[in-house]
């Protein structure tokens, strides 16, 4: 696929349109305003709940739906909810005991609401940074089941991650999706709520074929996304099992990986 073909550019948020410290440089800010002059829309997509992606939309000029939860919650610039997708109610209590038993730091996500046990336990204070807004502290997620839109497990044990993943799809698959986020994140979300099924959302709502979408990210969570789009940009950080699944690979984000994909797969 050429880059002259490319319609819509698809970015996932943290290790790809931002740095390594959350910050918005000035090059990516300009390649999102050069796509728009160049008749290119640009969307994103994160596992960040929205009001966590709000502070991008005023610098970005966005004005297409940004897709939170990995896709759970699509809402509009406005914020107001334009489709969501929650965890059946039946299997989040025993998501949540598997989460809590193999990695010990569970969260639970529903609306606009984040909710931790310990507002001390781990990453919490990394992503109250990176959200810009803060947790709700809960004693216990008892009869929390309603419209819970992510569920994630915590973890710096990479090989607990993997055992927790690896046991959330074999008894979970067909009610759940899970992906990593982060290293130290297991994702469970809707089973339709994934990168993906982003990029599907998308093209129908501008009436375009998923080829002439271009997606960029980093994450084992990214490959569905890279794989329903035309023009697939891995960032120069990214794992090997993400870097293979994408036509290009980038620089890393901490060395504008994101504008220089723009400049040198989009709009060259």
């Known amino acids: 696929m050429s ?4 319609r819509l550019l698809l970015a996932d948020v943290d290790g790809t349109l931002v740095t390594p410290d959350k910050a918005l440089t000035e090059s990516a800010t300009a390649a999102v305003r050069a796509l728009k002059e160049a008749g290119v ?3 994103i997509t994160s596992g960040r709940p929205p009001r ?7 610098p970005l000029q966005l004005t297409t739906p940004l897709a939170a939860f990995n896709g759970g919650l699509i809402v509009d610039s406005k914020l107001s909810v334009l489709e969501q997708r929650v965890i059946p109610e039946e299997v989040v209590p025993g998501l949540v ?3 809590r038993q193999r990695l010990g730091e569970v969260w639970l996500y529903r609306g606009a609401d984040w909710y931790v046990q310990d507002r001390n336990g781990p990453h919490v204070a990394r992503e109250t940074r990176t959200v810009e807004f803060d947790p709700q502290a809960v004693r216990g ?3 929390m089941v309603e419209e819970i839109a992510k569920i994630v497990g915590v973890s710096d044990d990479e090989d ?4 927790a993943a690896k046991a959330v799809e074999e008894g979970f698959a067909a009610h759940v999706s899970s992906a990593l986020s982060q290293p130290y994140y297991l994702d469970i979300t809707h ?3 994934n990168k993906g099924e982003v990029v599907r959302y998308l093209a129908k709502a501008y009436g375009m074929r998923k080829e002439e979408i271009a997606t960029i990210g980093d994450m084992p969570n990214d490959i569905m996304m890279f794989a329903d789009s035309g023009l697939s940009i891995a960032m120069g950080q990214a794992d090997r099992e993400v870097k293979e699944a994408a036509h290009q690979v980038t620089a890393s984000n901490s060395e504008e990986g994101f504008a220089k994909a723009v400049e040198r797969f989009i709009l060259s």
Do not use: K, N, Q
């Open 3 to 6: 880059g002259r073909a490319v």
């Open 41 to 43: 829309l640009f969307a």
């Open 52 to 58: 966590g992606m709000s502070m991008l939309i005023e």
């Open 97 to 99: 005991d598997l989460l």
């Open 141 to 143: 997620y008892e009869g």
């Open 160 to 163: 607990a991650i993997g055992a």
């Open 191 to 193: 089973p339709r709520a």
